[in-house]
């Protein structure tokens, strides 16, 4: 029957998806490391899954950059450098600079909007969240709060593209910082925690203080992370 092909398609799409999140949490976690290879079928096998949805989420995530197909082989974990983080931060930093200066072009709903303001109040809790996993040191629960923040943040500006983009390399960047990040065994006093100071600029309308301090944030980061690949 037709509408049985329909269901099939949308649980197999679903599957796929799951098993692509699942795998980009393991990489994320450390679970999978850098140049780590595997093939669709241990990952088919790990999961008790078949081998389409598995091959279609592995091609997924290689296309997002997580991971390199290895022709006849299988695929391995993307291994990124300080560069590719540099390269990253300055993606990033257009796309943030671009949504903040569109506060003064009204790109924004207005501050004193209720709606807006539960908008800013929500971002802010999960900004809180994360600056608390950030203060402890806890990297697996600070990328979840940080990764759904900026996701909330850039919703705020309407446009889904860009919140789709800048989610991908937020993911991204996290993936290149956790390859050095995990070798520190006490992360306490390393980690960015200035999500609540972001929000406060930009309920002000100040897009000057919030580059600012996501300027201060960028560089923070690329030092650590060059830091500790130097070794």
């Known amino acids: 029957?037709?509408?049985?092909?329909?269901?099939?398609?949308?649980?197999?799409?679903?599957?796929?998806?799951?098993?692509?999140?699942?795998l980009r949490d393991e990489v994320l976690a450390g679970r999978l490391r850098p140049g780590q290879a595997f093939t669709v079928k241990e990952i088919a096998e790990q999961y008790g899954v078949s081998a389409t949805p598995v091959r279609e989420a592995?091609?997924?995530?290689?296309?997002?950059?997580l991971l390199e197909a290895?022709?006849?082989?299988?695929?391995?974990?993307?291994?990124?450098?300080?560069?590719?983080?540099r390269g990253m931060i300055e993606a990033r930093s257009l796309v943030t600079d671009g949504m903040f200066r569109s506060l003064l072009a009204g790109g924004m709903a207005q501050a004193d909007d209720p709606r807006t303001l539960a908008a800013l109040a929500g971002v802010r809790r999960r900004g809180e969240e994360a600056q608390r996993a950030a203060?402890?040191?806890?990297?697996?629960?600070?990328?979840?709060?940080?990764?759904?923040?900026w996701r909330e943040l850039s919703a705020l500006f309407g446009n889904a593209y860009l919140a789709d983009f800048l989610h991908r390399l937020r993911?991204?960047?996290w993936?290149?910082?956790?390859?050095?990040?995990?070798?520190?065994?006490?992360?306490?006093?390393?980690?960015?925690?200035?999500?609540?100071?972001l929000v406060d600029a930009l309920?002000?309308?100040?897009?000057?203080?919030?580059?600012?301090?996501?300027?201060?944030?960028?560089?923070?980061?690329?030092?650590?992370i060059e830091r500790l690949a130097a070794g």
């Open 135 to 149: 203060t402890a040191g806890d990297l697996n629960i600070l990328i979840g709060y940080d990764l759904r923040f």
């Open 1 to 22: 029957m037709p509408g049985t092909g329909g269901n099939g398609a949308v649980t197999r799409s679903t599957l796929r998806q799951q098993i692509a999140d699942a």
């Open 175 to 197: 993936v290149c910082t956790v390859q050095h990040l995990r070798r520190v065994e006490d992360l306490k006093g390393h980690l960015w925690a200035g999500h609540t100071e």
């Open 203 to 224: 309920a002000r309308r100040d897009p000057g203080a919030a580059h600012a301090i996501v300027a201060a944030y960028n560089e923070h980061s690329l030092a650590l």
């Open 58 to 65: 592995l091609v997924d995530l290689s296309a997002q950059g």
């Open 70 to 85: 290895d022709q006849h082989r299988g695929f391995r974990v993307h291994e990124y450098s300080p560069d590719d983080y």
């Open 171 to 173: 993911v991204q960047s």
